[in-house]
């Protein structure tokens, strides 16, 4: 089975079919002709009708695909398609205490995320402003007036602000989640005072590369989609927002 398949296993093993059809929809697009991948696609299936159209393609791409060969035939017998185990997976003792470490886990509220993440806007955005500010007074004094007002927004925008104020809190975020994240047990000063932390799912540490890419970027998405991205966390039980999928992350409480 292709390592790539794992975290749809596990997805769809943890309760969550819609990571593992997201996941799955990758997969099919990356590699069309792998029976084991519409085998699982089968298991992720919405309706009975997609589950016999998937195992159908993986018996006709390998005929001798018995896991998928098996499930057809139990499918047009009537029977309901179920997971079966994978052979190389956990026994059940360790499944069960799996299960039983996840059912301890304390996700953190979102109200608190919230505050945790406008602290790390005031820092990341603020102190740049700051700096900006003391700066141009000092340099290009004539230039300070527009700093109130956007380079979009001012009636003759000066490029020396929009360098000046961008050059600074660009790399101010960047440096400060990817720090924060990778080196401080995945809390920033904002989730450390609120006392919450992020964690990778699958139990790996946080690489420079996910932080820039969960707090960053991801938080662009939270205010470009007007808070939408993040208010799905209201609607799944490990409230998790748009950018804990894109990195495969929860944030859980650290007090």
Do not use: C
């Amino acid at each position: 089975m292709l390592d790539a398949l794992k975290p749809v296993e596990e997805a769809l093993r943890d309760g969550y079919p819609e990571l593992a059809r997201n996941l799955l929809r990758v997969l099919i697009a990356d590699y069309p002709d792998n029976p084991d991948v519409w085998y699982w696609a089968a298991q992720a299936a919405v309706n009975t009708s997609q589950q016999k159209a998937f195992l159908q393609k993986a018996v006709a791409l390998d005929p001798l695909h018995h896991q998928a060969a098996n499930a057809l035939h139990a499918l047009e017998q009537g029977q309901v398609l179920t997971l079966e185990p994978d052979p190389v997976s956990n026994d059940e003792a360790n499944l069960e205490s799996d299960s039983t470490a996840d059912a301890n886990i304390r996700y953190a509220k979102l109200w608190r995320r919230t505050i945790a993440s406008l602290l790390d806007a005031l820092l990341t955005f603020g102190v740049p402003t700051v700096i900006a500010t003391i700066v141009l007074s000092i340099f290009i004094p004539d230039a300070l007036p527009q700093l109130s007002s956007t380079p979009a927004t001012a009636d003759t925008p000066d490029v020396r602000v929009t360098a000046i104020v961008f050059g600074l809190i660009v790399p101010t975020r960047l440096i400060y989640h990817a720090f924060f994240l990778t080196r401080n047990n995945g809390q920033t000063l904002g989730k450390a005072m609120m006392q919450v932390r992020v964690v990778k799912r699958d139990g790996t540490p946080i690489t420079i590369w996910e932080a820039i890419l969960r707090d960053v970027i991801g938080y662009e998405i939270v205010i470009r989609s007007a808070g939408l991205s993040f208010a799905w966390g209201f609607f799944n039980p490990d409230r998790r927002a748009w950018h804990d999928y894109i990195v495969n992350t929860i944030v859980v409480d650290a007090d």
